[in-house]
């Protein structure tokens, strides 16, 4: 069985700080790991993706992920969020078939 | 580019009335689409993806139904609502058929039954 734990359901942080959010997988074949990012009363829009190669990946919006198959994660990280960072984040897990395997999602708050 | 629209962004409905949601991608053809329902508190759940016309495949029983009349229109349907049946759906695309493609997401419809 695949899974997807995000281990911080709320994360507060100030304006202008840095930010990591945590991901962890379990799968027994290989994966395709996603970030997505939903803002209020809104969809799902991408942010990045690993699929193959190098294992840090750069998104939009100046977020960044480190695969890390010996640790099995796949963390989320931007070195200095702004209020319009404020949103739900959702890790996603695809292996071996179309069908996406959801974290529960972790809702970053940023403060002036 | 490609985009996709789904229709009503919001609905109240009564419980035990009919419901249909309508979903339609541009710019691509023959996508793989999907349905998903956000409850509070519980993520995302894969409920319907259709490969093709008229192919639909259900990953949860439940009182809804799913429909693909053309190749980009994906409907969720349901004859007699329930309350559970409250939540934020969505509805995504992806093309190709390794199954190992990339999904995008609509904005969604937020659905509340009373």
């Known amino acids: 069985a695949q899974s997807v734990t995000q281990l911080d359901s709320q994360v507060p942080v100030f304006e202008e700080a840095p930010v990591e959010l945590r991901c962890n997988y379990s799968?027994?074949?290989?994966?395709?790991l996603f970030w997505y990012v939903q803002y209020p009363n809104q969809g799902l829009q991408l942010l990045l993706k690993?699929?193959?190669?190098?294992?840090l990946v750069k998104g939009i919006n100046g977020f960044e992920a480190e695969f890390n198959k010996s640790q099995t994660s796949f963390h989320l990280r931007k070195p200095s969020v702004h209020i319009s960072d404020t949103a739900e984040y959702f890790c996603v897990l695809q292996g071996g078939s179309e069908k996406l395997v959801f974290g529960k999602g972790t809702k970053l708050t940023v403060n002036p | 580019s490609q985009t996709i629209h789904q229709w009503p962004a919001t609905l109240v409905q009564p419980v035990g009335s009919p419901l249909s949601l309508e979903c339609t991608v541009e710019?691509?053809?023959?996508?793989?689409l999907y349905w998903y329902r956000q409850a509070a508190g519980r993520g995302l759940q894969l409920l319907f993806y259709s490969v093709g016309i008229g192919q639909i495949s259900s990953e949860v029983p439940q009182n809804l139904s799913a429909s693909r009349p053309q190749d980009r229109q994906f409907i969720l349907s349901s004859k007699k609502l329930l309350l559970s049946d409250s939540g934020f759906y969505l509805c995504a695309w992806s093309v190709g058929t390794s199954g190992q493609e990339t999904q995008y997401f609509g904005p969604g419809t937020r659905l509340l039954v009373l």
């Open positions: 690993y699929l193959s190669g190098s294992t």
């Open positions: 710019g691509t053809s023959n996508p793989n």
């Open positions: 799968s027994s074949v290989s994966v395709y």
